[in-house]
Nanobody
Framework: QVHVVESGGGSVQSGGSLRLSCATS????????IGWFRQAPGKEREAVAC????????EYADSVKDRFTISRDKAKNTVYLQMNNLRPEDTAVYFC???????????????????WGQGTQVTVSS
């Protein structure tokens, strides 16, 4: 059975950093992709970053490139999202999702993921 649990959210000032964790069970991180998505109040969910372990590939939304880094610790079955130089527009609930991506599908597409965590709140004040 697949489980995904996010943690590490909180409140920081603009320019600060947070590291989100996505702890998984029932997932083989050698083959499963992990995506981070976020949703701000009144806005649609958007992709943030993704690691496609089978293809050894990471992808980032343009809005977070050079500020956020996705990484994995296979021994802990955990994927991290290191967020630096945070901005007020990064405020959102951040979700972790996982699934096996077959073929040449877009990793930064929430529709490709069936297993989701409950989310963790990130608030950035100016």
């Amino acid at each position: 059975q697949v489980h995904v649990v996010e943690s590490g959210g909180g409140s920081v000032q603009s320019g600060g950093s947070l590291r989100l964790s996505c702890a998984t069970s029932g997932v083989n991180l050698d083959y499963w992709a992990i995506g981070w998505f976020r949703q701000a109040p009144g806005k649609e969910r958007e992709a943030v970053a993704c690691i496609n372990n089978e293809k050894r590939k990471t992808e980032y939304a343009d809005s977070v490139k050079d500020r956020f880094t996705i990484s994995r610790d296979k021994a802990k079955n955990t994927v991290y999202l290191q967020m630096n130089n945070l901005r007020p527009e990064d405020t959102a609930v951040y979700f972790c999702a996982t699934d096996v991506l077959i073929g040449n599908v877009a990793c930064l597409n929430s529709a490709e993921f069936d297993y989701w965590g409950q989310g963790t709140q990130v608030t950035v004040s100016s």
